[in-house]
């Protein structure tokens, strides 16, 4: 199978701080993909240049190449507002808007021109039974979102990024403000998107990793230790390193 | 403890309490004053204050005296002032916080507004003098007066936007950006309904000192005596409290209670602007916060 | 869930274009604004100094630019500005700074919450009511203390210039001893101190730089303040160090000859800009160095 996302020979800069190192790697369509590694790897940093959100940090610069279905997202021609309607991102802390949880959901839409109030309205039905959470909020959908707790507001967070109807989904410690019960439903959830999307985790978890992930890269410094199938990786860790660190025994 | 310890300590003691009174009285003696004021203002205005007062062009006599002009004068003023300094300063508060680079001329262009904040406002009314009245042949007119109040507030709008706009969470802003928006999108979808009630704050502060400023105007070139209302942005003018100076400097004593009763208007005025700031931030964050 | 079809966004990347140019625009008229101070002062100034010498000016003792003979020595209205800052000072520095320490390190809660809003008030009172203040309160009781004291004078000025900025002192100090983490506070507590010995050996010398960029603040207030002076302080340029008699400082001389009808062009009306030029000069060099002290010494905890 052709890959979603190639990177090739691609490192990353802060300034003069080299945070990635000649990475290469091969994201597959509709699988999870999860990155570990610990604090300070560079696995934030790898996940922002999959949607351009390093863009926003000054002075930072891109080597190599990254593309999504064959196309340089680094080329000139890409806008990057463009790529991220495609490439959707959720993050650690859940972060909704001080808005309704209408409003959340539809506030991708809206910016981009979708203002149909029925379709609008679909949307917002659909995402949030795709998210689990339309019976628990729909007699509050034009309240605000902030009324929901942690791990509610992170499954809205995911809604407003899959309203979007984007082909990947990037997630950075998507659980890791959240109790164990939130935490499965997510895990669950992520396991249902995967019919549709592509999507990769950032997570401090081994056991989330190994619940969930098909595929699992291992980071360390700023390079890609070792990369392949769950469960090889897991069960059967080619490096040393890898295999320290997903028995604790890192450090 | 020997005697002379004892002693010390109580010295020690008593100095601190000294201490206490006096700095206790240094925040008092505001109070007071604020009292003693409001009290003297009251008193010589308030039989004054009648709806006559309101409606009355001034005259030579106190009895027939009346704010109208000042009054309709100041609104014009407020009123073009707030239209022309609010997009501008907020406009440059976005720039500064969200689109400038950090580079030398942004830092420039920083420490210059924080410079033109400590500017003297007689200062605006010069520039305001040299460059609307006679540069651009406004004459001593509403227009040339609100352009010169608005560089006068545009400061302060600009740092309190700033301020509001610093107070939104980065995390709100990337979550847009990361829904495929554009900066702009991004400004006016998140982080302008987030910060608006500072905004709104810092701009009716900013226009509260507007509506109180009289320097500035004069050396613009206000009139102290009017018996016209101004009908088109480039008739001439009074405001509120050039009228209350006008009639604070005349010999005849009656006419400082007609100041005291112009006073009274000027003053109920900016309660009620800053009360509606206070009721517009409160209501605001109360939906913001959870 | 049904395929959405999404509007290309290239019309939106030229609104993005047009918005922020037009915001880099907004962001230069404060410079413009500088430029245009700068420039009009000194146009003016400059025809002023083709009939004027600058050393005239600067140490003539006698300012009569409207009568015969006229003499442009701007010392008188430098003298009486000079007064307006010292009895203002007497009644802003000690009394913002007593009540900046008072709110920071003896207030309880519930009074610091009383006491806040209403320094705030004052604040917020427009110059003009303080002239009033000072004409038709202040002055009377001046001269029921000394009778011999002139209706308009620098004494009654002074006093309602300095009530004026004390909520400005307050409010800039009291931000800075606040700022003065509590460790130092509690490690001097611990000794024994008492509250006095703490706000004025720990406290007040660790927020000294920011304290004193407050005094300067509210001296460049004083000098550039109009209304209470134009009101109550008098139209008498003289060189005197009695606060009781009639004097003018520059703001004044500048709302006078504004009031009056002096033609365009004239001689009086290159003297406001002149005397201007001082003034922006002077409350421009107070501001800047303000501003050094605090970032220069601004303490890292
Ligand atoms: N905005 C930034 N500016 C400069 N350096 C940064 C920035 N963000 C991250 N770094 C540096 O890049 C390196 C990688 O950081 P990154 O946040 O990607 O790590 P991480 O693997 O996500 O860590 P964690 O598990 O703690 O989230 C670190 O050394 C960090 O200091
Ligand atoms: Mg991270």
Known sequence: ?251 | MDNKELQRIKSRKLKNSVFHGLIFFCTIFGVIVLALLLYDILKKGLPWLTIDFLTNFPSRFPKKSGIFPGLLGSLWIILLTAALAFPVGVGTAIYLEEYAKENRFTEFIKLNIANLAGVPSIIYGMLGLAVFVRALSMGRSVLAASFTMALLILPIIIISSQEAIRSVPSALKQASFALGTTKWQTVTGVILPYALPGILTGTILAISRALGEAAPLIVVGALTYVSFIPKTPLDQFTTLPIQIFNWSSMPKREFQNVAAAGIIILLGILLLANSTAIILRDKYQIKIKD | MKKIDFKSKSGMQRNEKIVSSVLFLFGIISIFTTFGIVFSLFEETVLFFKEVSILDFLTGKEWTPLFEPARFGVLPLVFGTFLIVIFSSIISLPIGLGSAIYLSEYAPKKARKILKPILEILAGVPSIVYGYFALTTITPIIKSIFPDASVYNALSAGIAVGIMTIPMVSSLSEDAMMAVPNSLRQGAYGLGSTKFEVATKIVIPAAFSSIMASFILAISRAIGETMIVAMAAGSTPKMTLNPLESIQTMTGYIVQISLGDVPYGSIGYKTIFAVGTLLFTITFILNIISRTIVRKFRRVY
């Open chain 1, 1 to 251: 199978m052709e890959p979603k996302i190639k990177i090739r020979d691609m490192n990353f800069y802060y300034g003069d701080n080299k945070a990635l190192k000649d990475i290469n790697m091969n994201i597959y369509e509709k699988k999870i993909t999860a990155f570990i590694g610990p604090s300070g790897c560079g696995k934030s940093t790898f996940l922002r240049t999959l949607n351009r959100m390093n863009d926003f940090i000054e002075d930072t610069r891109v080597e190599g190449k990254i593309t999504l279905d064959d196309i340089d997202i680094y080329s000139k021609d890409i806008d990057p507002v463009e790529l991220r309607r495609k490439v959707g991102m959720v993050f650690q802390r859940p972060n909704p808007f001080p808005k309704t949880i209408y409003e959340n959901i539809v506030y991708g839409l809206r910016k981009n021109g979708v203002n149909d109030k029925q379709i609008l309205d679909e949307v917002v039905e659909d995402t949030l039974k795709s998210v689990a959470l339309y019976d628990e909020v729909k007699d509050k959908i034009h309240k605000s979102a902030l009324e929901l707790s942690g791990g509610q507001q992170q499954r809205l967070c995911i809604a407003r990024a899959i309203a979007m109807q984007p082909e990947v989904i990037l997630m950075d410690e998507p659980t890791s403000a959240l109790d164990p019960i939130s935490t499965m439903k997510i895990e669950e959830l992520l396991l249902d998107l995967k019919e549709n999307y592509t999507i990769i985790i950032v997570t401090h978890s081994m056991q989330q990793a190994a619940r969930i992930s098909d595929e699992t890269a291992f980071f360390l410094n700023g390079e890609v230790i070792e990369h392949g199938e769950t469960k090889v990786i897991f069960s059967n860790p080619r490096d040393k390193r890898t295999e320290d660190y997903i028995t604790g025994r890192f450090g």
